[in-house]
């Protein structure tokens, strides 16, 4: 895997945010965005993209790749993702590791598959042939589950690893799930990062959950939470300045200011860092 | 693929396919599994954030379409829906398909598809690529024409709660004006459409005006319209 590149602290580009987020005046690294809103798409949406593009790194992080599911890839989304990554000479690209496409419909949600050898054979090809027809480095995203799917003869982090080792990839490492997925099945998140290749993490995501009866869920709805800053921090120390995204895609505030103050805070931290990455290209 | 992954997506397609009650959904699903003891609630999750979503986005975007249409209707309707596009946003782009399917055995008012294809094209022109600058006048490649049996233009003005739609052939007219991106919709006249037959099949307009009866400035009248409301785009200078 090559080494990724050092952005700093960035925010998703939300339709409430097309005409501010472009003009604001607060310190801001990269931004996020989601090839679904933007591929093929003229209009605000497009004008909202460009500004970005003039300020700041654009990553684009998507939904609909599927690289778990049955179905063959989706040629003419690849297609559309890798002309926007040409158009925004993105870094690198990511999605997750889960399915959301059975016989051509669109669950338009990240499902959880079995976590198991065949999983992994399955899915690690897939993310080869992804990047290589984007033609970019991919970064896969550890995703919530709120079941284990039957076969599963894996716990996470093993299917994780195996999955980014098998793929050759980056992992894009949501502490957010990380913290649900903990309070959901039980187990201690510090030492899931411990067992996680950390040495391919190259993007990390903050959010918020939802505390539910019986269930805490997966909402993004910020500020994020102390667990999950003290999550960042322990993977700070470990990892020394890592590209991080504020993800806030639920009840997104009408003004991007309470993004960037979340942005501020992991900024704070990750100026602290004890740099064990210094040769990394960009890291301060 | 492993046989077992194989088992597993078809008993997830199974799974959120079944209709109905999501409990019984889960249970059924668990039951594929022997030794797998799955909390259904935890299942149900998936299955009500997964048809939440449809209902949802359904709703937001073709807001008019779900007022036509009683509770129980609607349910049924977004219960058949499938998305088969990647971009959520784009999940209610075929829904008038799913309602043509649907309008004699759900007895669905006649307009309705009509309605849903009026209310998906102004997403469809909000999000239309953009169109490089033409080198000389032409037609606003967001411009989208509906015909139909309904003046489904004024319906779609009138205040909720709306009354039946008005029968009456109609050609809507939607787009997006390339200045101020907002999105327009009304019935075709025939000005508008003797302007965008001109730029269309690039007639001289003295020679639309001899063929239309009418004077050189009033067709000219009806292009400087056009071009102002965005209906045509004019040459950049
Ligand atoms: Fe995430």
Redesign the interface.
């Known amino acids: 895997m090559e080494p990724l590149p050092y952005l700093g602290v960035g925010v998703g580009l939300r339709r409430e945010h097309f005409a501010s987020l472009p003009a604001t005046a607060r310190p801001l690294d990269w931004v996020e965005v989601t090839p ?2 933007f ?9 909202a993209l460009l500004a970005c593009r003039a300020r700041w790194p654009i990553v684009p992080h998507g ?2 790749l599927d690289v778990g ?2 179905d063959p890839l ?1 040629d003419a ?1 690849l297609d559309g993702l890798r002309r926007l990554c040409d158009e925004v000479d993105a870094p690198f690209f990511s999605d997750h590791l889960s ?1 959301c496409r ?8 990240l ?1 959880p ?2 976590m ?1 050898e ?2 992994v ?2 899915v690690a090809p897939r993310i080869r042939a992804a990047a290589a027809r984007v033609g970019r480095p991919f970064l896969l995203e550890n995703p919530t589950y ?6 599963s003869t894996l716990d996470e982090a093993a299917f994780l690893a195996r999955v980014v080792e098998a793929a050759d990839c980056g992992l894009l490492l949501d502490l957010n799930n990380v913290h649900v997925n903990a309070l ?1 099945h039980g187990y201690d998140p510090v030492a899931f990062l411990d067992a996680l290749p950390l040495e391919r993490v190259g993007q990390v995501h903050l959010a918020g959950h939802d505390v539910r009866p ?2 805490v ?1 997966d909402t993004h709805r910020g500020p994020v939470p102390d667990p999950v800053w003290r999550l960042y921090e322990r993977l700070l120390a470990r990892t020394g300045p890592v590209t991080t995204l504020i993800e806030w895609d639920t009840a997104v505030p009408p003004d991007p200011g309470p993004l960037l103050d979340e942005a501020d805070r992991a900024r704070a931290l990750l100026a602290t860092t004890v740099t064990r990455r210094a040769a990394r290209p960009g890291a301060p | 693929m492993t046989p077992d992954l194989e088992a597993f997506f078809a008993a997830q397609a199974r799974f959120f396919a079944a209709p109905g009650d999501p409990a019984a959904a889960a249970a059924a699903l668990a039951a594929e599994f022997p030794g797998w003891r799955p909390r259904p609630a935890r299942l149900v999750v998936y299955a009500e954030a997964i048809a939440g979503h449809v209902r949802a986005t359904l709703e937001q975007v073709l807001p008019a379409t779900r007022a036509a249409v009683d509770a129980d209707r609607w349910a049924a309707l977004v219960a058949r829906h499938r998305a088969r596009r990647p971009a959520s946003g784009a999940l209610a782009a075929d829904f008038a398909g799913t309602l043509d399917a649907a309008v004699v055995d759900l007895d669905l008012p006649a307009f309705l598809p009509a309605l849903a294809r009026l209310e998906w094209a102004l997403v469809a022109a909000y999000t239309a690529p953009d169109a490089p600058a033409p080198d000389r006048a032409a037609v606003n490649p967001t411009l989208d024409a509906l015909e139909h049996p309904w003046r489904l233009c004024a319906y779609l003005d009138a205040p909720a709660p709306r009354a039946t739609p008005a029968a009456g052939d109609e050609v809507a007219l939607v787009w997006r004006h390339p200045a101020t991106l907002r999105v327009h919709h009304r019935p075709a006249d025939a000005r508008a459409l003797l302007a965008v037959k001109v730029v269309a099949e690039g007639i001289d307009p003295v020679a639309a005006a001899a063929a239309g009866g009418v004077s050189v400035a009033q067709v000219q009248a009806a292009l400087d319209d056009a071009v102002r409301d965005g209906l045509v785009v004019a040459r950049s200078s």
Do not use: C, I, W
Not at chain 1, 39 to 47: C, D, F, L, S
């Open positions: 679904e809103t591929v093929g798409v003229g209009g605000r949406a497009r004008q939904v609909s599911g049955p989706d989304y399915f059975l016989g051509g419909v669109y669950l338009h949600d499902l598959l079995p198991n065949g999983a054979a399955h709120y079941e284990v799917m039957p076969g959901n019986g269930v869920l």
